[in-house]
């Protein structure tokens, strides 16, 4: 692999911190509070963020939501034209989500294959009412017909370059930066 | 990470951090088994033979559920209505088989070294499903990882392992995989059936089974084949029992929370008295492990780009 | 013809003979031995041999011919080309074809096939029971009138003790070697290999050695009871070393042989499960090897023997349980024997009687350079490296543990009745 470098800070802590705050408002909006709500972080980075924004809402609304984590490598596309296989995660939904409106959760929204696999894996565990998608950055570079309907960041980017969140709970400073040759 | 063969042939010889990745991954799998939909797409698409020279209700099973759960086409070949029957050999079988594209192709075969023979011929991946006396490594793997879910690690413990190591396949997969993740064990049978040198494997010889099991933390019975009495290699099953079976004085003998296993299937009463196997065993939790962690192991086998490998 | 062998360095146990000669053969015998240039022979076919060595013709007392009945595995023809590949002039072939060599009828058709279409001289032997089956003796005064030169059951041992012990007994009319296959089929039972710790990890039966010294252990106490010749085949133990070793100091009539296979390697082999390291006896553990070279050393044991089993390849290309016993050994022998020399377990002097006059004069046949004798010789280049290659076998067969093997001295002329 070749090393790549720090091209350009896109969020410090505290554009992240805002932007879930933002995002937290924005589901309680959209789903008229958090009654019917249940976050699902996407392993490995969509799963902090999920917590947070549980925290986020229950402060805003004073009612806990249930969170729940989803590895999808079994669900991938690409299975077998990789050079190994990725370990699968652990996968943890504490909930029924059957009727339930399913907020799913991803640090970085790119192809959208990863989404479409996590919808698939949603599926064989239950009927949610609706799955709607929140994302701290969008990169653009859709594959699949895929939007996220909460967006932290709009961020254009090469599709050379990488996108990479790091988060506190992971150690060391939160920031989200691009990554290039 | 990864597994560094295309195959899965036995234990002996695999490291540690391999054994570990696959009991990893067998514990995601294990959910899969527990959900209302017991199954993801993970292998759409790819085609599973289940090649079976050797009846095996239980192995089979386990690999078909293990297949289908992760939505492979799996089929089943046995011996009754394989070509093994018209004199066809076991090569051009399997060639056959793979020449109608085949990723995954289990093998169980009375010849030791049957799938190792396959293994160098074809492309497929081959698992070796038990061959012989030689290796079941998926049997051993999900002693492993039953022990693990058990104690909560491997590292330290004592395993024993009673009954007719000579034949068993099951024994031999089992001393690899436990000495390579650091567990120690214990062989006890009678001399008649404890094969030449076993003990340069690492593991302990017993002759007793009440010393063999005292202070472990496990022990696995074995099955024994009621036709070895006819080789002479015991006298009768009820001196067989008395010498070599675990009933309830001798469990309660040999410690506190002695975990007791068998691989299937039983001789109730031999080597195994009914009420030690139905009140003190985890013999039905070692079967629901087997689909997770073939699931694991056709997982691993099925990733990685060969040609970059 | 007339041949002379010029400058080469003769060895030749028989006569003592250990020096740089030249032979002169004359109407297919040796004629002359001289020093270098001395010999003179107009007309005659000059070979430089300078460099290399001058020997009685290699005899190989062990060999499956497979004619007739297994044609596909080998024949007369091509046993015999892969022979005089090898250096040797001669080889016993063994009972077990199809039917049995156990009349005279069987034994005369292998002499005519073998003179039609041989490449080297071929001395059948017959079968100590009839059809091999450890019933009832085979004719032996008929088998040796219609040229046997012994009996064996090779592949199957005569287990009937009381059986055995006739065969010795009556053998002695006529004076002919009891080629003992040793092995207690009941040890045996259905191993594959030899009992150890490698059949432990490959989860193969194991054969133990006792299955082979219980029965060495018999026949001595039989050539003892009896007189009788009897000649140890293919021996692979420490155990019937010892015994042969010290039945030999008390006198009994016994020799013995072994096969490269038994002194170079070792049941390590047969990992991989190679079934080209499946052969019965079965390779031993290092002490085995060791107490074989010893054997061989002192001369316990007498002859260096191939036990040339050919087999096709699809025959070996199955299980390991399911494939067949043996390996072929014609072709690579010399060079195999020759680290013998090399690693200095035998002297060149010691190798040639191993390979060519013990064995010749356990058989009655050969083995020798006196002169008058048939001009039986083999030339060997001992510096030349090869590489076992199967594929450029002129056996039938190519079932070798030894591919790939890099080899230091071949034959590079093998003449037979001075026929080069």
Known sequence: MTQQKEKALILDSTGIERALTRISHEILEKNRGAREIGLIGIQRGGVHLAHRLAVKIREIEGAPVPVGSLDITMYRDDLGTRKSQPVPQATDIPFDIQDKVIVLVDDVLFTGRTIRAAMNSIMDYGRPKRIQLAILVDRGHRELPIRADFVGKNLPTSSKEKVEVMLAEDGGEEKVVILGE | ?309 | MNILIKNGHIIDPENSVDEKLDLLVADGKIAKLGKPGALSASGAEQIDAAGKLVVPGLIDMHVHLREPGFEYKETIATGTAAARTGGFTAVCCMPNTKPVNDCRSVTEFILAEAAKNGSARVYPVGAITKGSQGEELAEIGELRDAGCVGISDDGRPVMNAAMMRRALEYSTIFDLPVLSHCEDMSLAAKGVMNEGFVATELGLRGIPNAAEDVMVARDLALAELTGGRVHICHVSTAGAVRMIRAAKDRGVRVTAETCPHYFLLTDEAVRGYDTSAKMNPPLRTADDRAAVRQGLADGTIDVIVTDHAPHASDEKAVEFDAAPFGIVGLETSLGLSLKLVEERVLTLTDLVTRMSTAPGRIIGRGGTLSVGAAADITIIDPEMKWTVKAAEFRSKSRNTPFEGRELKGRAVRTIVGGVL
């Open chain 2, 1 to 309: 990470m990864a597994l560094s063969s295309k195959d899965l042939l036995g234990l002996k010889g695999m490291p540690a951090d391999e054994i570990r990745l696959i009991l990893d991954t067998a514990a995601t799998f294990k959910d899969v088994s527990e959900r209302d939909i017991k199954k993801v797409p993970t292998l759409r698409g790819k085609t599973v033979i289940n090649l079976f020279y050797e009846a095996s209700t239980r192995t089979r099973t386990s690999f078909e559920l293990a297949g289908k759960r992760l939505s492979a086409d799996v089929i089943n070949i046995s011996t009754s209505t394989s070509s093994a029957a018209k004199g066809e050999t076991l090569l051009d079988t399997a060639r056959n088989i793979e020449a109608m594209k085949s990723d995954i192709i289990i093998v169980r075969h009375s010849c030791s070294g049957a799938p190792h023979f396959l293994a160098g011929r074809l492309e497929s991946s081959i698992i070796n499903a038990g061959d012989g006396f030689h290796e079941h490594p998926t049997q051993a793997l999900l002693d492993l990882f039953t022990l693990r879910e058990k104690l909560g690690r491997l590292e330290g413990i004592t395993v024993a392992i009673v009954g007719d190591i000579l034949h068993s396949r099951v024994a031999r997969s089992n001393i690899y995989g436990l000495i390579a993740m650091g567990a120690r064990v214990r062989l006890c049978g009678p001399p008649t059936m404890m094969p030449a040198g076993i003990e340069r494997t690492g593991a302990e010889v017993y002759r007793n089974m009440d010393e063999a099991i005292k202070g472990v933390q496990a022990v696995m019975m074995l099955r024994l084949q009621l036709e070895r009495q006819a080789a002479g290699l015991f006298p009768g099953v009820r001196e067989y029992a008395r010498l070599y079976g675990m009933n309830r004085a001798r469990l309660e003998a040999a410690g506190k929370g002695v975990i007791v296993m068998h691989p299937g299937p039983m001789n109730r009463g031999v080597e195994i008295a009914s009420d030690v196997a139905d009140n003190d065993s985890v013999i039905l939790e070692q079967v629901t492990n087997g689909v997770a962690v073939r699931m694991a192991v056709m997982f691993l086998l099925s990733g990685g780009n060969k040609a970059e490998a």
